[in-house]
């Protein structure tokens, strides 16, 4: 074999191992095998606030289970992200983003007490 | 804000939905958003910052509206959490014509085919499980930290890696290219972004330990 076959050879072995690596499915549960999230990315998370369910939550009527989702297959719900992204942050007056921040604040803090007291009583 | 703070568990985020869905549904994002904005990056490259906000919210909807019918089941969570923001993330796809693998079984021959009898193929069978993950993560890293115009250029060469392999021609990833940032250039200048893509991933991969892999 030649110098350039054998140059490109080995370069179409690279890229089957970088294609392979990439499209080969991630465990969910395995964190530290997904990829880490980019400025940009993290940036576009967090500017999702912290109020991100109260918002959806409040915005989200009770009767839209009869909307065309179908919870046991693949979902088609074009308006979705639509409506979601109508519930940026970007809108929330001052008085209510501190609300709904205090509400986050008590849950997670009800969630590390009862915590806490199923660990003191294990003891 | 991640599951990294390591203080809640697949078991307390259980309880919180039994407790109250909403506050379940508050667990989940205070602590998980991150691990599922990640997953939803494994899916794809392809997505945008802006595609990655609307699919995560699509999918809190998609739960709010699971919680609220009177046969939700609370048990392990995070199997329906990461069912549904799999199949938001497969169905925006799909919506915006974004080619996706659906099974490494498809492009399994080209690659097959491509790491037979090569160094690189050889050294790869040898690497340990932790060493293979360490990899994936310098290549994750790597693609990330390439100029946008070789970024996306990679991203295009894998989601059509298998069209070039089969009709022995760069116009499929000229043409994804096309798509993806509007630019048009000839199978000819594709196959040399994606030249110039690889030698840059190739370094980084190099420098990251995995030398003697990527030069075979």
């Not at chain 2, 904005?37 to 998609?62: A, F, G, H, N």
């Amino acid at each position: 074999m030649s110098e350039s076959s054998k140059r490109e050879c080995q370069e179409r072995a690279l890229e089957a191992l970088i294609v392979s690596q990439v499209w080969q499915e991630r465990d969910p549960e395995k964190v530290s095998d997904l990829p880490e999230l980019s400025t940009e990315e993290r940036a576009a998370m967090d500017s999702l606030g912290t109020d991100l369910v109260q918002r959806l939550w409040n915005n989200l009527p009770d009767e839209d289970n009869e909307l065309s989702c179908d919870w046991d297959g693949v979902s088609e719900c074009v308006s979705d992200e639509a409506f979601a992204g109508m519930n940026r942050a970007d809108g929330m007056d001052e008085e209510t983003r501190k609300k709904i921040e205090e509400r986050r604040k008590a849950v997670l803090e009800r969630l590390r007490k009862k915590k806490l007291d199923e660990e003191q009583s294990d003891a | 804000m991640a599951q990294q703070d390591a203080v809640v568990t697949e078991d307390d985020l259980e309880q919180a939905f039994k407790d109250d869905p909403q506050f379940g549904l508050e667990v989940l994002d205070s602590y998980f958003r991150e691990p599922l904005w990640r997953y939803m990056k494994s899916i794809s490259r392809s997505l945008t910052p802006d595609d990655m906000e609307d699919i995560y919210q699509s999918t809190i909807v998609e739960l709010i509206r699971a919680v609220r019918r009177p046969n939700f089941d609370p048990i392990r969570p995070m199997r329906l959490v990461n069912k549904v923001i799999q199949e938001r993330t497969v169905d925006f796809l799909r919506r915006k014509r974004i080619r996706r693998c659906q099974n490494l079984d498809d492009i399994v021959a080209f690659v097959a085919e491509d790491l037979r009898n090569s160094n690189t193929g050889f050294r790869w069978n040898l690497l340990l499980a932790d060493d293979k993950v360490a990899f994936r993560k310098a290549l994750d890293q790597a693609i990330d930290t390439l100029p946008p115009k070789q970024k996306s250029t990679a991203v295009a060469f894998v989601e059509v890696y298998d069209q070039i392999r089969e009709q022995g021609t760069y116009k499929p990833l000229a043409d994804r290219i096309k798509q993806m940032t509007g630019e048009s250039v000839t199978a000819m200048q594709a196959k040399s972004n994606w030249h110039d893509s690889r030698s840059k991933l190739e370094e980084k991969l190099a420098r990251a330990g995995f030398r003697s892999l990527v030069e075979g």
